[in-house]
């Protein structure tokens, strides 16, 4: 027993003064299982570790030889106090129980030092514990992709038994203490100069063991369970983007918050609508005279109406034209461009009017070779 479990007071943990006898204690402990239980208590993280103080109380106190240990120390911090500076066990003194968290903040990588300098408990058994991330995947249309859905993502994952409520015991039992770790779910192993803690081998670092297990968890207090939630996926996300959703992961333990959800965003293709970065792209079909004649065209844009775009002569085939607002929306709400580009299309039947007239054309522009001059710098090079 650790001189901090000297310091609670079990007998106020029970509601019974210290001259009770074992029958009035094991009374008191009853009422107060009924009444805390987690199966009467479903969800309520205080309820759980209400139990857990009684019934820690009521491990050291039903037993003669605890309690006399128990009572003898109480007497010895109640005279002299707790440790303080100057004396064996004060903070900064041989043996002291300087407290690492104070320094580097409570837990972490506090908590980590403390332990291996001190032979302390880093994580004990009823501390609030964070769930664990969770990463799952989903499909989206091209469409949904750019404009922001909510979607329902079905889970799969470890969480609280729904049978014992975590606490690993048969219905109508409880756990108890662990004997050997007395709750902390640490042990100190000593190496020479310092003492290295590391998880209890007995209680498996839960600080409980089970007598009694849940045929459900088998006493591990987890289990496998399936949970439907509604994810909302923000406008503009991209193929293969992982978007963190938090506090939707596996549930903590011992009131502790939720993990994180990733979700893993696979777009499928679209028949019109590319993407490059916050722009949206498009091909557009032209005739070879509107470019060079010019001319003003209609462009679609994403589940919106068509724009024009003027198109001047002389406009090369494959030109990029920008329609700026008309793209992705981004993280600070402004829109990329949408560039569209015009592609010449080549009749593939003509009929007796085209074909004179390309025919016209064709005598019109004999004189100009297009491949002229690609042919000189080959001729160079």
């Known amino acids: 027993m650790s001189a901090k479990d000297y310091q609670k007071d079990y007998y106020k943990a029970l509601g019974v003064p210290k001259t009770s006898t074992a029958a009035e204690i094991k009374k008191a402990y009853r009422e107060l299982a009924r009444k ?51 004396r064996p066990g004060a903070p900064g003194t041989p043996g002291g129980n300087f407290d690492f968290g104070d320094l580097f903040g409570g837990e972490g ?14 994580n004990p058994a009823g501390r609030a514990r964070r769930g664990t991330d969770v990463e ?5 249309s091209f469409g949904d992709s750019i404009d922001g859905v909510t979607v ?21 039992t409880v756990p108890k203490v662990c004997p050997d770790c007395h709750g902390t779910g640490q042990q100190s192993r000593n190496l020479g100069g310092f003492g290295l803690s590391e998880p209890c081998k007995t209680c498996r670092g839960r600080g409980l063991v089970v007598e009694d ?17 509604q994810a909302r996926i923000p406008a503009g996300v991209a193929d293969g983007q992982r978007i963190r ?13 939720a993990g994180d959800l990733y979700v893993r965003v696979h777009v499928t293709p679209d028949a019109v609508f590319g993407r490059t970065g916050d722009n949206l792209t498009v091909t557009v079909p032209v005739t070879m005279p509107e470019l060079a004649l010019g001319a003003e065209i209609k462009v ?3 589940r919106g109406a068509a724009v024009t775009v003027r198109v001047p002569p002389g406009t090369p085939n494959g030109q990029v034209f920008r329609v700026p607002g008309r793209g992705v929306r981004r993280k600070d709400g402004t829109l990329g461009a949408l560039l569209a580009t015009v592609e010449v299309v ?36």
């Open 152 to 172: 329902s993502l079905r889970l799969t994952g470890e969480g609280p038994c729904p049978v014992c409520h975590g606490t690993g015991a048969k219905a109508g």
């Open 300 to 302: 679609p844009t994403h």
């Open 346 to 381: 080549v009749p593939q039947e003509l009929n007796k009017k085209t074909r004179s007239a390309l025919e016209d054309l064709r005598i019109a522009t004999a004189d100009a070779d297009p491949r002229e001059e690609l042919l000189r710098r080959a001729r160079q090079g």
């Open 109 to 122: 990588l506090g908590d980590v030092i403390g332990g291996i300098f001190r032979g302390g408990r880093p």
């Open 213 to 229: 297990p849940c045929t459900e968890c088998s006493g591990s207090g987890r289990a496998m369970s399936s949970r439907t939630i």
């Open 136 to 140: 799952t995947e989903t499909t989206l």
């Open 36 to 86: 805390w239980h987690p199966d009467a208590n479903k969800g309520s993280a205080d309820a759980e570790e209400r139990f857990k103080e009684i019934t820690e109380a009521y491990n050291v106190l039903s037993d003669e030889k605890q309690r006399k240990e128990y009572d003898e120390q109480r007497s010895v911090f109640g005279r002299f106090g707790a440790p303080t500076a100057g």
């Open 245 to 257: 959703i938090p506090g939707k992961g596996a549930p903590g333990e011992h009131g502790g918050k």
